[in-house]
């Protein structure tokens, strides 16, 4: 009886919330309410770590949905929520195993016996009886009040006459299949359960290198190994040391350089240095994967894999500067905020290389790790309104471009709106017409307390002030 109330009350606040409705408010409400109804559902699991960790995520980025809405932060919001139904089915599964059970769940959760052909003894008979029951009665009876009611308006005109007289305009029949959908979905998610072989393997799955004692064929083999490694990381060292060179040339000579020069050292060049970074740590990966961890002449190769992963940095600090000089005299940018993401990315990829070479660790402890730690930067950067970030640092500097200005609507509006910008870019925006337009004040600000959102709710209440000190 009790999962049937919480679905019961899972389609209904579903279909309030989302129901005709843009992403605000609700995502948070919403949050809240899976968190409840999970802990009613799940009271021994929900005070694990890594689930009390999801659903913090879940809730910080729904605030950010509320206060910004960008894109990121609604990726992140879903992925939140995944991650926080894949946690619950398994609090100790990895991150990747968790979203698969997270999204398994939201389809097939009600299913998961019979897919997995799980024959389960029946501890509470009552509320099995008690979910088919209540869809019997409700479901069934309406098809054939209105399958009946239709045949018999046919057969009796007068009958035909008060059916007519019923006025059910005030029934949205989108509403009650919202939810019935929100209903399917708490019903899938209510108790979710792992998909056992590949949680079961993920969970057994160990951080460690299996050490072992090597043979004599095994021995030449990691030896051999172990020599190509050395020559090629020793080769690596020795064209990385040239291009920092090269680097700091460039830095320091950066002003000689014309904008389109610049220009392409920052995003050709970025890019190409990051694919760079990428590959080091794969070839890294794949040199320490086996064997040469275990031999005792290994110390060579780990001393100059060390040196890499340290010039490595270097290059990457080069080109956080590259970066941070380009937009001091070019402004800001979102795709320059990406590269800035994605070479912290990589600077955590190369440390957790280093402590891969140092702890003998596997390859799934770097897709773990690097991962999770991904995602949690990832969601950081998301609870930032970049987009306003970057108009007022640009507006500051005297850097307007106002097509990107304009690109940046919605979540920019306030700045412009204090810079007198607003009018204009939206002018612009507007030029573009309906269909093509990516923003549009009367359609964004028409919002209930549902998908209330911070911006739109500014917008709204500064154009009313207008309005009134303007009749």
Not at 134 to 146: H, S, Y
Not at 302 to 313: A, C, D, E, P, V
Not at 429 to 448: D, I, M, V
């Amino acid at each position: 009886m009790k999962k049937t109330i919480v679905i019961i009350l899972g389609g209904i606040t579903f279909a309030t919330l989302f129901y005709n409705h843009f992403l605000g408010l609700n995502t948070a409400v919403y949050a809240l309410f899976l968190i409840i109804a999970l802990a009613v559902m799940n009271t021994r699991s929900l005070l694990k770590p890594t689930i009390i960790a999801s659903a913090a995520g879940m809730i910080a980025s729904s605030i950010a949905i509320i206060m910004h809405g960008s894109g990121m932060a609604v990726m992140c919001y879903f992925l939140s929520v995944f991650l926080f139904i894949g946690m619950v089915a398994s609090s100790q599964a990895s991150i990747y195993t968790s979203w698969f059970n997270g999204l398994y769940n939201l389809f097939f959760g009600m299913f998961h016996d019979f897919i997995f052909n799980i024959q389960k003894i029946k501890e509470e008979p009552t509320s099995t009886y008690a979910v088919s029951q209540i869809i019997k009665i409700t479901v069934i009876p309406i098809l054939l009040i209105i399958l009946f009611s239709y045949l018999y308006s046919l057969a009796n005109p007068v009958f035909a006459e008060w059916l007519a007289f019923i006025d059910l305009s005030f029934i949205d029949g989108l509403w009650f299949f919202t939810a019935i959908l929100g209903g399917f979905i708490m019903g899938n998610i209510a108790q979710p359960n792992a998909i056992d072989p590949l949680t079961e393997n993920d969970i057994k799955t160990d951080n460690f290198l299996k050490s072992k004692e090597l043979e004599n064929p095994e021995i030449e083999k990691a030896k051999n190994e172990l020599q190509l490694g050395t020559f090629s990381i020793s080769a690596l060292n020795i064209i990385l040391v040239i291009v920092l060179i090269t680097e700091l040339m460039f830095i320091l000579n950066i002003k000689d350089f014309a904008a389109s020069e610049l220009s392409d050292a920052v995003h050709s060049g970025v890019y190409a240095s990051i694919v760079s970074i990428i590959l080091a740590v794969v070839i890294i990966a794949i040199f320490f994967r086996g064997s040469i961890n275990f031999i005792r002449e290994n110390g060579t190769l780990k001393t100059l894999t060390f040196i890499w992963i340290g010039l490595n940095s270097l290059l990457i600090a080069s080109i956080f500067t590259k970066t941070y000089l380009y937009i001091d005299q070019y402004g800001l940018s979102m795709k320059r905020i990406g590269v800035v993401v994605y070479l912290t990315l990589c600077l955590i990829g190369l440390f957790t290389t280093f402590l891969k070479v140092q702890h003998q660790l596997n390859f799934v402890y770097l897709w773990r790790r690097n991962l999770a730690v991904s995602f949690v930067i990832i969601s950081i950067f998301s609870l930032f309104n970049w987009s306003a970030i970057v108009t007022d640092y640009n507006l500051n500097k005297d850097f307007v471009d106002h097509k990107q200005l304009e690109r940046l609507l919605p979540q920019n509006a306030l700045i412009l709106k204090k810079h007198g910008l607003y009018d204009d870019a939206q002018q612009l925006n507007n030029s573009l017409g309906y269909s093509s337009a990516r923003y549009w004040e009367e359609h964004f600000t028409n919002r209930q307390w549902q998908d209330f959102n911070y911006i739109a709710y500014q917008i709204k209440k500064e154009n009313n002030q207008d309005a009134q000190s303007n009749p």
